[in-house]
């Protein structure tokens, strides 16, 4: 008797219905306009959301002044900006925040600007550092009209890299010996494409308009919702081991704690 013949292997894939699936213009047009009507709501749920969250980042603001180090210690448990506050002298400038805010953009909630207070401090003479990522609108935005939720067809084809214009801020150093982005410069790549091959002191967030390594957003969008999280170290569920070894050791002044503050036992 013959023998049974044996599809080759790849009978079963040519076969499979999955693979085979046209679509056609209309139904990619119907599909195209379901998404453009996903994305709107979705844009209006969010500017709603940024407007009854400023009630209450304003009632967290003032409570968190009264915590020694809160900032400080909340940015200092988020990987990038750590890793961007390699030197010590950098965690020693930043133990001197004691408020952080984000101002969003009434017409574009996606762009804001990062306000970042200090006390009297050995480095600079500023009181306030920021960094503004402003919103550039489209020529084409000039003659729309948004429809109730206050939203538009601009808004909906938004580009982060083509609508915003970051900002430099030039910090007053009170003398050469702090001005910890002369000491600490960015180091450019190898390519102009490239991120830079050393980010240097984190001040130069401020005084350089590029963020390559997108700080800003980092800050705005993970480190001031979840603020208390990251302050307390149980971002993710996972307390964050602070205990780093600094990776710089030029600066001989004392050595500010910015562990994560640990909870106290309970009096019986």
């Known amino acids: ?19 085979s699936v046209e679509l056609s213009d209309e139904d990619a047009q119907k599909l195209n306009a379901v998404q453009k009507d996903i ?15 400023a009630a209450v980042y304003t009632k967290r603001r003032e409570t968190v002044k009264a915590i020694s180090k809160f900032w400080p210690v909340a940015l200092m448990n988020h990987q990038l900006c750590a890793m961007h506050a390699q030197h010590s002298a950098d965690q020693l400038a930043l133990s001197y925040l004691e408020d952080l805010w984000v101002e969003r953009d009434q017409n574009e909630p996606r762009c804001y600007t990062l306000e970042f207070h200090f006390r009297e401090n050995p480095y600079f003479t500023d009181s306030v ?15 729309e009209k948004p429809d109730e939720d206050g939203v538009t067809r601009s808004m909906l084809d938004f580009s ?6 970051p900002s430099a801020t030039p910090i007053n150093w009170k003398d050469a010996s702090k001005a910890l982005t002369k000491l600490y410069p960015q180091e ?21 308009a590029d963020d390559p390594f997108d700080i800003g957003n980092t800050i705005s969008t993970e480190i001031f919702p979840d603020a208390i ?3 307390l170290g149980t971002m993710g569920g996972e307390e964050i081991d602070s205990e780093e070894e600094d990776s710089d050791d030029d600066d001989d002044a004392d050595e500010i704690d910015l562990e994560k503050p640990r909870p106290k036992k309970q009096k019986v």
């Open 1 to 19: 008797m013959a023998g049974t013949k044996r599809a080759s292997p790849g009978a079963e894939e040519e076969k499979n219905p999955l693979h």
């Open 39 to 53: 994305a709107r709501v979705e844009l209006a749920l969010e500017r709603a959301a940024q407007a009854k969250l």
């Open 129 to 143: 550092l920021k960094k503004q990522f402003k919103y550039v609108p489209p020529p084409a935005a000039a003659d």
């Open 160 to 165: 982060w890299d083509r609508d915003v214009q």
């Open 188 to 208: 450019a790549g190898e390519d102009a494409d490239d991120l830079p091959a050393d980010p240097g002191s984190f001040f130069n967030f401020f005084e350089k």
């Open 229 to 231: 999280e990251y302050f």
